[in-house]
């Protein structure tokens, strides 16, 4: 059993910050890419941002130069700190990690519960 647990959301005026955090816990025997999506209402899930377990990084060009992706390997967690938010950025965001569980050894997707980020004044 795995599960991904994403805090950090909440309410914040434009121009703003915030940091999401997202630990796996489980049967875990390793993770590989881990990232952020997210769906503002209306409109489909996007990619934010990716990070291998190397640590490269890929961002979506809306986000490019204001969020920053990064991992802590020790701790099974990934954060997305966010800055200079726009109100744009609302939308509820999602975690996602590729891991290795222990009982198979094979690689699943697995998604957290989402959070809330509004973007307001």
């Known amino acids: 059993q795995v599960q991904l647990v994403e805090s950090g959301g909440g309410l914040v005026q434009p121009g703003g910050s915030l940091r999401l955090s997202c630990a796996a816990s489980g049967s875990i025997s390793s993770i590989n890419d881990m990232g952020w999506y997210r769906q503002a209402p209306g409109k489909q899930r996007e990619l934010v941002a990716t990070?291998?377990?190397?640590?490269?990084?890929n961002y979506a060009d809306s986000v490019k130069g204001r969020f920053t992706i990064s991992r802590d390997n020790a701790k099974n967690t990934v954060y997305l700190q966010m800055n200079s938010l726009k109100p744009e950025d609302t939308a509820v965001y999602y975690c996602?990690?590729?891991?290795?569980?222990?009982?198979?050894?094979?690689?699943?997707?697995?998604w957290g519960q989402g959070t809330q980020v509004t973007v307001s004044s």
């Open positions: 990070i291998t377990s190397g640590g490269s990084t």
């Open positions: 996602r990690a590729r891991i290795v569980v222990v009982t198979t050894q094979r690689q699943y997707r697995y």
